[in-house]
């Protein structure tokens, strides 16, 4: 056993010459692969593997212990874990500014899944960090982090737009912007509460035929015309009741938005005022279909009717219509978490 050398299953990029112990893991299809790295990078980012070397090597006959293994002329240790969050994990130990992190990518959370799955059960604190970092900065925490990303999306929507092929570098918009299941698998799984009340509101946006891996079967059907897609297999039953609770409770957010912004009387008393506003929000129900299902964008837009309609209501009606959405708005997101039944 001991001589044992098996170079085709040696990782293509993690078994280093110079390395002082090999870590052998089984890959989901049963084969093993092996990971020649150093002893001194594992323990510096982890105290859990750090605690792991410093037992001294049995070497009792007949004992089992891994420590006593050696495979091309250094330690081998087995590892309990699959060859591929290994892979992951060992990636980001040596190489941090790996392509996982770029800001934005829709693939983010299912490239740095095995990394934190490692890093947490490994305790490498800062490398867990970094990750939670770098998932929240695509997710928005705040009202004025989702305007900016909502602005960035629309700015990014018509430059694909522009395109014959829906394409600019070889991308689709959905495969430049984060895609919310998979996020929510990530946060949920790994206790991330943080970045759920955004992915679930983005996610609720969606319609469930927008299937991620189905459209890319099928690219020029949907995606070269802008659409946006969910990986809706990887969300359990909590997942989708938490979805389907939040949509509802969104549906009557954006009826109150006619009741209690557009059906308000006018402070002056003007007749017309009241026509106006009733025309307004006949347009929002009329031309944004796809909006009635995202309240923070019909009230975004309520700050800003001049730049809608030409036959508004009075001055005094404007700027209420303003005021009360905007209040309407920072209190939305506020409940995004009760909306999402995210507390439990
Ligand atoms: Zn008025």
């Not at 085709?8 to 893991?25: I, K, M, W």
């Not at 020649?36 to 049995?58: E, N």
């Amino acid at each position: 056993m001991d001589n044992a050398y098996y170079p085709d299953q040696h990782h293509p990029t993690l078994y280093f010459d110079d390395g002082n112990v090999v870590l052998s893991a089984r890959t989901q299809d049963g084969s093993f692969q092996y990971f020649r790295v150093h002893h001194s990078v594992l323990c510096r980012h982890s105290p859990v593997l750090a605690d792991m070397f410093a037992l001294p090597p049995l070497r009792a006959s007949g004992s089992r212990d891994m420590l006593e293994e050696t495979y091309d002329g250094v330690l081998h240790v087995q590892m309990p874990d699959t060859a591929e969050d290994l892979a992951s994990f060992l990636g980001v130990l040596y190489d941090p500014l790996g392509t996982a992190y770029k800001r934005f990518n829709p693939n983010t959370p299912v490239l740095v899944e095995g990394t934190l799955k490692l890093a947490t059960k490994y305790e490498c604190d800062a490398i867990r960090t970094r990750i939670v970092e770098n998932l929240e900065a695509d997710w928005p925490q705040t009202l004025a982090q989702w305007d900016a990303r909502r602005s960035e999306c629309i700015l990014l929507r018509s430059e694909h737009a522009q395109q014959f092929t829906g394409k600019i570098n070889g991308l689709y918009l959905d495969d430049r912007l984060p895609e919310p299941a998979s996020a929510i698998r990530v946060a949920t799984d790994y206790n991330l509460p943080s970045i759920l009340p955004a992915a679930f509101y983005q996610l609720a946006l969606l319609s469930t035929d927008a299937d991620w891996d189905e459209y890319r079967a099928n690219p020029g059907k949907h995606l070269r015309f802008g659409a946006r897609t969910a990986r809706w297999r990887l969300l359990d039953k909590r997942d989708l009741m938490r979805l389907v609770h939040g949509q509802k409770v969104l549906a009557g957010h954006t009826r109150a938005i006619g009741t209690d912004i557009f059906g308000k009387r006018c402070q002056r008393g003007i007749k017309v005022c009241a026509k106006a506003r009733t025309e307004c929000w006949k347009y929002f129900q009329e031309n944004a279909p796809i909006s009635m299902d995202d309240p923070l964008d019909i009230l975004y837009d309520c700050s800003r009717l001049e730049t809608l309609f030409t036959d508004l209501p009075c001055g005094a009606c404007v700027q209420d219509i303003a005021t009360s959405a905007e209040k309407k708005r920072r209190e939305l997101w506020r409940s995004l978490p009760a909306i999402f039944n995210l507390q439990a």
